[in-house]
């Protein structure tokens, strides 16, 4: 659940000729195999949902890991000798994401990074100045079905470390039904409401690449901002951590930008006390 969830997405794309179910809810899905292998993630070990998934993995004496900083699930792993990694704990789950992921990869002998080579000060500097570009618009993510969960990882810290409304869509989808919103001609809409950042990957199909081309033309032709960013990489390490390392320094200059404390999650934790109280 939540940023606990974003590593999943992220070793769905980077396995994609594997089948990966990325499942954020009570229990298991309903597909699953006595082989299926399960690996439960709450970073900080208590989130309810992680848990009835554990017990019932657990139940059915499937193959089974956890992931987490500790918590209710840290005991249950202990108490039934469950394979565990231990992540570090006191930091947002979010901020977590490499080293729940890194966890994933160990548990599944997924590919690991190698050659990484990212220019972080230009990737910050990049960052900071569109922050200001986007000012208080409210940002809508697109890119390629290949790099959908970068988009989503994007959303997600643009809510979480901006506190601000932000959506996600991916082609060719998008160009069914999204696409026809953009035909707004009411008065009450302002054109600095909203901003598309794309997406942009040289390695994505170029019919896909032409459909993003279009879309972007006919949106600035009705009058609204599309931002271009290049997630384009040697490899698919390179590019993830380009693309996850610009986003959070966008949602953390937006926050800064509108005078915001990016860090606590007010809300998430006053709606989590809620949900203690039986």
Same mark, same amino acid.
Do not use: C
């Given at each position: 659940?939540?940023? =606990?969830?974003?590593?999943?997405?992220?070793?769905?794309? @980077?396995?994609?000729?594997?089948?990966?179910?990325?499942?954020?809810?009570?229990?298991?899905?309903?597909?699953?195999?006595?082989?299926?292998?399960?690996?439960?993630?709450?970073?900080?070990?208590?989130? /309810? /949902?992680?848990?009835?998934?554990?017990?019932?993995?657990?139940?059915?004496?499937?193959?089974?890991?956890?992931?987490? =900083?500790?918590?209710?699930?840290?005991?249950?792993?202990?108490?039934?000798?469950?394979?565990?990694?231990?992540?570090?704990?006191?930091?947002?789950?979010?901020?977590?994401?490499?080293?729940?992921?890194?966890?994933?990869?160990? @548990?599944?002998?997924?590919?690991?990074?190698?050659?990484?080579?990212? !220019?972080?000060? *230009?990737?910050?500097?990049?960052?900071?100045?569109?922050?200001?570009?986007?000012?208080?618009?409210?940002?809508?993510?697109?890119?390629?079905?290949? &790099?959908?969960?970068?988009?989503?990882?994007?959303?997600?810290?643009? &809510?979480?470390?901006? *506190?601000?409304?932000?959506?996600?869509?991916?082609?060719?989808?998008?160009?069914?039904?999204?696409?026809?919103?953009?035909?707004?001609?009411?008065?009450?809409?302002?054109?600095?409401?909203?901003?598309?950042?794309?997406?942009? !990957?040289?390695? !994505?199909?170029?019919?896909?690449?032409?459909?993003?081309? @279009?879309?972007?033309?006919?949106?600035?032709?009705?009058?609204?901002?599309?931002?271009?960013?290049?997630?384009?990489?040697?490899?698919?390490?390179?590019?993830?951590?380009?693309?996850?390392?610009?986003? &959070?320094?966008?949602?953390?200059?937006?926050?800064?930008?509108?005078?915001?404390?990016?860090?606590?999650?007010?809300?998430?934790?006053?709606?989590?006390? @809620?949900?203690?109280?039986?």
């Amino acid at each position: 659940m939540g940023g =606990s969830a974003l590593p999943g997405l992220l070793l769905e794309s @980077l396995m994609a000729s594997e089948k990966i179910t990325v499942h954020r809810d009570y229990e298991l899905p309903q597909n699953i195999t006595k082989n299926t292998f399960v690996v439960v993630m709450s970073y900080s070990g208590n989130t /309810e /949902e992680a848990i009835s998934a554990y017990k019932t993995a657990k139940k059915q004496n499937l193959p089974l890991a956890a992931v987490a =900083s500790g918590g209710e699930l840290e005991k249950l792993t202990q108490k039934d000798k469950t394979a565990y990694i231990k992540v570090p704990s006191e930091i947002q789950p979010r901020i977590a994401l490499g080293y729940q992921f890194m966890a994933l990869v160990e @548990l599944t002998k997924a590919p690991k990074p190698q050659n990484i080579n990212i !220019d972080a000060k *230009k990737i910050e500097q990049d960052a900071k100045l569109l922050a200001k570009k986007i000012n208080t618009s409210i940002p809508l993510f697109y890119a390629s079905t290949q &790099n959908k969960a970068l988009a989503y990882i994007a959303k997600i810290q643009t &809510n979480e470390t901006a *506190k601000r409304h932000a959506f996600y869509n991916i082609f060719p989808e998008l160009n069914h039904n999204e696409l026809e919103a953009w035909n707004m001609e009411h008065e009450a809409w302002n054109m600095e409401q909203f901003v598309i950042i794309m997406l942009k !990957d040289k390695s !994505d199909d170029k019919r896909i690449v032409r459909k993003m081309n @279009l879309t972007a033309k006919l949106i600035e032709k009705k009058g609204y901002h599309v931002k271009v960013v290049d997630v384009s990489n040697v490899n698919w390490y390179n590019k993830v951590i380009h693309s996850v390392l610009f986003t &959070n320094w966008l949602s953390y200059y937006l926050a800064i930008d509108a005078g915001i404390d990016p860090k606590p999650v007010n809300l998430i934790e006053e709606f989590k006390g @809620l949900l203690r109280l039986r």
